[in-house]
């Protein structure tokens, strides 16, 4: 059974940071890429980063390139997403999730498995 346990959400004002950790049991996270979607009330989920098995090449949304930063530690089986210089717009339910290979993408129906989710409200 995979488990994707998102953590590391909260409140935070406008101009602040998080820092958020996706681990994951019952799979090793080192041969697959990883992504982050987020999902806004209303809105439908919509992709945020994703980093390939090495961790060398990653994507970012147009929406928080230069301010989010994706990484990973495969010795700890854990992907992470540092957020800086939050907006209101950023306030969502954070997902991580785990792609059925190790290529990158974008397209959240292309990731098998998700965690549960972390609630980020960022105020203005």
């Known amino acids: 059974q995979v488990q994707l346990i998102e953590s590391g959400g909260g409140l935070v004002q406008a101009g602040g940071s998080l820092r958020l950790s996706c681990a994951a049991s019952?799979?090793?996270?080192?041969?697959?890429?990883m992504g982050w979607f987020r999902q806004a009330p209303g809105k439908e989920r919509e992709f945020v980063s994703t980093i390939s098995w090495t961790g060398i090449s990653t994507v970012y949304a147009d929406s928080v390139k230069g301010r989010f930063t994706i990484s990973r530690n495969n010795a700890v089986n854990t992907v992470y997403l540092q957020m800086n210089s939050l907006k209101p717009e950023d306030t969502a339910v954070y997902y991580c999730?785990?792609?059925?290979?190790?290529?990158?993408?974008?397209?959240?129906?292309?990731?098998?498995?998700w965690g549960q989710g972390t609630q980020v409200t960022v105020s203005s």
């Open positions: 999730a785990s792609a059925p290979s190790q290529y990158i993408t974008t397209n959240r129906l292309e990731y098998n498995y």
């Open positions: 019952g799979r090793s996270l080192s041969a697959y890429a």
